[in-house]
């Protein structure tokens, strides 16, 4: 079994900053990839940004102003800065997993945690 809890979400004005952080724990033999993901009332699911053997991606409407950071094996933290309406959303924390040396690599989830910007 596998767990990621995420924490750092709030009510933000537009400008501000918030930074999320996600622990994983549980079966975990190891972890290859983390990121964050978003998903707005409405909307698909999108990715926000993906940190993988020192690699990060991010996507085109938060390049500048979000950081993705992996300060543990099992840890990620989003940096947000400069923070606008069009971010807000409920943000998920995701890891890609194998619980043991010989099971294929699993995609895990947190609960997801509310982000709003909003005067």
């Known amino acids: 079994q596998v767990q990621l809890v995420e924490s750092g979400g709030g009510l933000v004005q537009p400008g501000g900053s918030l930074r999320l952080s996600c622990v994983t724990s549980?079966?975990?033999?190891?972890?290859?990839?983390m990121g964050w993901y978003r998903q707005a009332p409405g909307k698909q699911r999108e990715l926000v940004a993906r940190?993988?053997?020192?690699?990060t991606t991010y996507a085109d409407s938060v390049k500048g102003r979000f950081t993705i950071s992996r300060a543990d094996y099992n840890t990620v933290s989003l940096q947000m800065a400069s923070l606008k309406p069009e971010d807000t959303a409920v943000y998920y924390c995701?890891?890609?997993?194998?619980?043991?040396?010989?099971?294929?690599?699993?995609?895990?989830w947190g609960q997801g945690t509310q982000v709003t910007v909003s005067s």
């Open positions: 995701n890891a890609a997993v194998k619980t043991t040396p010989s099971s294929p690599r699993g995609d895990y």
């Open positions: 940190i993988m053997t020192g690699t």
């Open positions: 549980g079966s975990i033999f190891s972890i290859s990839g």
